[in-house]
Each structure stands twice: as structure tokens, then as C-alpha cells.
């Protein structure tokens, strides 16, 4: 079937692509490729336009719903199935948005950064649209990588957050900046561009080995409208 959708992350996923987009009913999905796996280069590539951006409004020929544990949003998408409707999504999507915004105390189950694997099946999501508060960020190394990876610090409804960040665009950006790679607190967001919010998407990421998921903010955007 085909669906419209607000293109919400378009995060780094081992060496492909994990595209989370929210439809018009106000609905979270995760888009993937056949048994849960990341998307391709060519998965989401889109011609002359490039890869799908966060806030793009995206046309989507989903297959069939693949849940996959706790990842209950997964859809596998058909071959050639993603185009580009606007490049600049329309403010119509705002209150859709808003509905998908999750009005719980916690971030995807509890305060921490990590979840088991149980919980996570038992809280029925992996995704979620929050607004973070007091953003900032911070470098860390990792054995065997020749460049930086980044962790978001921030506040959300009194708790503090630290979560590593799979947003590529603001990867980019980061690795621009020397106070960052001086592991040096740095503020990219003090505030958005003309009044609008700043949101995250944060995922559950796949169970690892001690039966723990760990949670990540796979992009962070300000809301124009």
C-alpha cells in the first residue's frame, strides 16, 4: 500500500540506513528492508535529490508489517519505494506531530539509557517523538574508529538524559566544530531558527548480547511551524 509520510530520522545503521517516518494518522513506523534490516544506499536513494532528509514528506510503497520483538513499528517496504512529495513539508503536519509526541514521564520506558529486552517487548514501542530541553553534546572515541562518535546530554520532564546520537546530518556538523572534538560542552540548538521547537525521534536499538537495548536519538530537528 501506499503511504505519506513525515520523514523523522534518517539514522546511521551498521552500514546502511534507518528511516523512521510519521503518517498523517499520527502514527510512528520504522522502514526496512527484508527481515528487519537496515536500508541500503539504494533502498533510499533518491535520483537526483539525494537521501531522504528529516522532514521531508515522503510517498512509501509499504509491503507488510514486519514486528520484530520490540520493534513492533517495522515495515518492510517494496523495491523503488520511496519518492519525494515536498521537500519542505507542508505545516499541516504539525498536529500530527503533536499527536505522535509521547506524553509519558519517561523516555521509552524508564530514565535510563539502556532497557532489557523484556521490558522492551512488554512496553509495546521503540520509538518516540520528544521535545529535550537544555541540549548539549560530547565526544567519545571508540576502539577500532577513526572518527568521533557524539552522545546528546539533555533534560526531559526533570530527568537528565545522556544517549548516543545516530544522526549522521548532525554528525556532520559536529565534527566541523573544535570546542566538540576538544571534548569541550558544546550547544548547537540554543535556539531554533524563527521560534520554532526542537524534537528528537529516540529508538530502541537492537538487543546486544547481555540482553540489554540500548537507546538512541536518531535525529533531532526544529519544528518551523
Request: hydrophobic residues 35%; positive net charge.
Amino acid at each position: 500500500m501506499r503511504e505519506r509520510i513525515l520523514c523523522i530520522a534518517n539514522s546511521r545503521k551498521h552500514q546502511g540506513h534507518c528511516i523512521a517516518g510519521l503518517t498523517t494518522r499520527g502514527k510512528l513506523i520504522r522502514l526496512c528492508g527484508p527481515s528487519g534490516a537496515a536500508l541500503s544506499d539504494a533502498d533510499t536513494d533518491l535520483g537526483l535529490m539525494g537521501q531522504p532528509r528529516v522532514l521531508d514528506e515522503l510517498d512509501v510503497k509499504l509491503a507488510r508489517p514486519i514486528p520484530d520483538g520490540h520493534q513492533p513499528e517495522n515495515w518492510l517496504i517494496a523495491d523503488g519505494a520511496l519518492r519525494v512529495s515536498s521537500r519542505k513539508a507542508p505545516s499541516h503536519w504539525g498536529p500530527s506531530i503533536e499527536k505522535a509526541r509521547e506524553p509519558s514521564s519517561v523516555i521509552l520506558g524508564n530514565d535510563q539509557p539502556v532497557i532489557s529486552a523484556e521490558d522492551a517487548v512488554k512496553l509495546g514501542r521503540s520509538l518516540e517523538l520528544i521535545r529535550p530541553k537544555d541540549l548539549h553534546f560530547r565526544m567519545r572515541w571508540r576502539p577500532g574508529l577513526r572518527i568521533p562518535r557524539f552522545r546528546a546530554a539533555f533534560r526531559y520532564r526533570g530527568a537528565e538524559y545522556d544517549l548516543p546520537v545516530t544522526d549522521p546530518s548532525i554528525e556532520r556538523e559536529l565534527r566541523k566544530d573544535k570546542d566538540v572534538l576538544n571534548e569541550k560542552m558544546h550547544l548547537p540548538f540554543p535556539r531554533c531558527p524563527g521560534g520554532g521547537d526542537l524534537y528528537a525521534t529516540v529508538s530502541i536499538g537492537e538487543e546486544y548480547q547481555d540482553g540489554m537495548c540500548y537507546k538512541l536519538v536518531a535525529a533531532l530537528f526544529c519544528v518551523p511551524w
